[in-house]
């Protein structure tokens, strides 16, 4: 059984097919890319995984069970997690709030803890605690010692995007989404967080969907790659087959003029 | 040579554009406060004696702040900087004239038209007070000269040296409150049988002697000097002690002396101060339910009094005999369970509901529900349960074994008070802390992202606005039994909307804040319906409270006592700019350069 289904996706937006009879399929740790023009639905496929737009049409069964109709916080709870193209941490909260939070699924205390701080309420902040700052520590140094304390929004842009991928880590998930986690980093930054993704799947036992422009962390990461384009796959399979795809080449660079006529 | 001719402004050289618009704003805001009333009103207080009165007080510190402002230099970095000299006074003069020639022309206007149709303050009253019982040159003359030598003054706390200023400052604001809290320092003496105190200081009729006055002036001057930095020494060595054992200590200290304070200070307080200090309590249990709200979840709720009217008839229904339909005359402790049933209830019911809408939709719907419980409590449909506009009376002391909680003796209302906010701030702090409260801050700053990290935000919602409720309600039972009785028109709209106020300017989400905005703004200018400690103020509460909302939102967003995260919220830039400061990117890179 796959970890991930998707049967025959569809999703509209007024008559636009953002995405169309999408079938697809993940295997327990597996690393997927899904590359494709700007435009193409790559987010929206993000987006409907995680909830936070209900498909048209289609299926889609995450380890054994449909997340359709679900809320974006019990999606998160069966097991998937995801990063936000646009970096969306809670600007204001401190980064190890920010990871903190995010496991507000997989802990369970409420009001009667807290106010009476009972030994349960303190083992589990504990463990949040520790949890959060084993987590930044994947990082290397940079989010953890005195930066455990600042507002995310002082930190600088790679860092912001390492610490959105620490806190959907922080959500325990089973299926990591990152969605252009390497924008706007430079050279070494992007070396760096192409063999940290690996090591994600490796150490952490994630399975792991990234959409991704940068051709060379596309070849570098993924076991398998889809490429959408107008919202329809159009070719499935290792880096070095949909790289030479002439569909895949065309829905890039465009087709010939000659051709056309 | 150069650089002496250009430092230095010639005498006449001035804005004029500037010193004529800020002339102008002087001039309408002396006017707009004679017409408002505020001087005729507050005449009557008399602040020093045979001197000053609070209403000209009013009048007077208007060309001060604007010779302030009109002097007040741009610096610009890395250029030259005109010297502040006598040019600037003359700015500052000028200012105050134009603010003069204002009053100078109010007064010419009630002298030969009359416009008290729309104009209530246009009256011979007003006349009498600008033109000092005389005629209208003297009083033009005198206001002339006032106007320009507060405009001076003004000007020329610029370009005092730092010390003289504080000293001034020191005077000045000691003066004023010693003026203004005559009442409370009044009763503060008598308790402490220390009448003899308060008998020099204050005239028989009310206000403080010109003798007395001068003394204290003299000492408060001096008292930068003497203390001169020992405390912000004290303060910074506080601050520096950071390990945690030592603040741990010092908190424990500071909080002691706190408890001390609130538990002894009432037993020397008089009646009326008592019953200030009780209603200030009643809107801080009201201010630190909403601050759970709207401080920590970012809920903007503003129909916050529906759950403080929901406290006080339920205690009115469950212990007052005269209830119309349902009389069990209980206990006020077993009624104060009811309570809570009934505020999470409604908290669930009016949250419920509107719990999917965000922002402003929420607000508005909010507002609706709030004025919807207030009608509900009036209307004729209700009325043999509830009874409608009587509202419920009699409703009986609090029966404490030995102590007995009564509106008459307003010193137990206080202590009772004092231990419902005890607990608030106790569940406030902690829920701060926890798991819920971290989802609270989450939803705040991006709520869809705060749902897709795994939060169910319906639940952390509902679960904020039951607590505010809880927190309300309980305000609502205290007042029911301090008053004796509940009506509808308690519960109007407007003590949402004040309340909101005092959140916003002690600084959402700190319950220090919280604190110092119910102390300042309750305590001082008076809640809805209670008088604050200056009573005279009662008809112009809500343009004070306007003017200082406005003032704050302008000048001081985060509010008096900020947490240190909502300063950095308001203040991002300045906060990254510092950051940049600290060299915080070229560390980052040197840090991925070694690691490859």
Known sequence: MSLLEIHNLQVTFGGLDALSSLDFSIEEGEIVSVIGPNGAGKTTFFNTISGMIPPTSGEIIFNGESVLGLDPNQITEMGIARTFQNVRLFPNMTVLENVMVSQHCRTSQLVVGALFQTKAFKQEEREIRERSEEILSFFGTRLIGYRLDQPAFALSYANRRRLEIARAMATQPRLLLLDEPVAGMNPIETAELTGLISRLRDEWGFTIVVIEHDMKVVRDVSDRVVVLDHGVPIAQGAYDEVSTNPDVIEAYLGRPVEAKS | ?596
Not at chain 2, 307 to 314: D, H, K, L, S
Not at chain 2, 376 to 390: A, C, E, H, R, T
Not at chain 2, 508 to 535: A, D, E, F, N
């Open chain 2, 1 to 596: 040579m150069m650089t002496d001719t250009s430092a230095s402004k010639k005498l006449f050289e001035q804005n004029w554009k500037r010193i004529s618009f800020w002339g102008s704003i002087c001039a309408l805001s002396q006017v707009f406060i004679c017409l408002v009333g505020l001087p005729s009103e507050l005449n009557r207080r008399i602040l020093i004696e045979s001197t000053l009165s609070l209403g000209y007080l009013f009048i007077l510190w208007i060309p001060l702040v604007f010779g302030y402002i009109v002097s007040k230099m741009v610096e610009l970095e890395g250029v030259e900087n005109p010297k502040p000299g006598a040019a600037d006074l003359l700015s500052g003069a000028l200012t105050g004239l134009f603010g003069s020639l204002g009053l100078v022309l109010l007064m010419l206007g009630i002298d030969n038209l009359d416009m008290r149709d729309p104009l209530i303050n246009w009256n011979p009253k007003l006349f009498r007070l600008l033109t000092f019982e005389n005629s209208i040159g003297f009083g033009s003359l005198v206001w002339i000269a006032v106007g320009v030598g507060l405009g001076t003054v003004g000007a020329s706390l610029h370009q005092m040296s730092s010390q003289i200023r504080k000293m001034v400052a020191y005077a000045t604001f000691g003066l004023f409150s010693f003026a203004v809290l005559e009442d409370v320092i009044d009763d503060l003496s008598e308790g402490f049988r220390l009448e003899w105190l308060s008998d020099m200081i204050y005239a028989k009729k009310g206000g403080m002697t010109v003798t007395s006055m001068i003394v204290l002036a003299v000492v408060l001057a001096l008292l930068p000097l003497i203390t001169r930095g020992k405390f912000k020494k004290t303060v910074d060595r506080y601050r520096s002690d950071a390990t945690p054992e030592n603040q741990r200590r010092n908190s424990v200290v500071l909080f002691s002396i706190i408890a001390v304070l609130v538990i002894v200070l009432p037993w020397f307080l008089g009646g009326i101060i008592n019953e200030l200090l009780a209603n200030v309590g009643l809107f801080l249990l009201l201010a630190l339910g909403l601050n759970i709200v709207v401080g920590l979840a970012g809920l903007l709720d503003l129909g916050y009094v529906a759950f403080f009217a929901v406290g006080g008839y339920t205690t009115a229904v469950f212990t007052s005999p005269n209830s119309p339909w349902f009389s069990p005359e209980t206990h006020f402790g077993i009624s104060l369970l009811v309570v809570v049933v009934m505020a999470t209830l409604a908290g669930l019911l009016i949250g419920a509901p509107v719990i999917r809408m965000r922002g402003d939709y929420l607000a508005i719907v909010t507002l609706g529900f709030g004025e919807i419980i207030r009608l509900l409590f009036l209307s004729d449909w209700l009325k043999p349960y509830l009874g409608g506009s009587q509202g419920i009376t009699n409703i009986p002391a609090i029966d404490l074994g030995p102590w007995e909680v009564r509106g008459a003796d307003p010193r137990s209302v206080f202590y009772m008070v004092l231990a419902f906010c005890v607990l608030a701030i106790y569940v406030s702090w902690r829920l701060q802390g926890s798991r819920l409260g971290r989802a609270w801050m989450a939803i705040r700053e991006d709520e869809s992202v705060a749902e897709v990290m795994g939060i169910n935000t319906v639940n952390s919602k509902l679960m904020a606005f039951v607590v505010g409720a809880v927190l309300a309600s309980f305000s609502g039972a205290v007042l029911a039994a301090k008053v004796g009785s509940v009506f509808p028109k308690s519960f109007e709209i407007l003590v949402s909307i004040i309340i909101l106020v005092v959140v916003i300017v002690g600084g959402m989400g700190s319950i220090t804040g919280v604190m110092v905005g119910s102390l300042v703004l309750i305590g001082i200018l008076g809640g809805p319906r209670q008088p604050g400690l200056l009573q005279e103020f009662q008809n112009f509460k809500l343009l004070i409270y306007g003017a200082l909302l406005v003032f704050m939102m302008l000048k001081r967003p985060e509010g008096l006592v900020p947490t240190a995260r909502r300063t950095r919220e308001l203040h991002q830039e300045e906060y990254l700019q510092d950051a940049w400061l600290g060299d915080d990117e070229n560390e980052e890179r040197e840090e991925v350069g070694e690691q490859l």
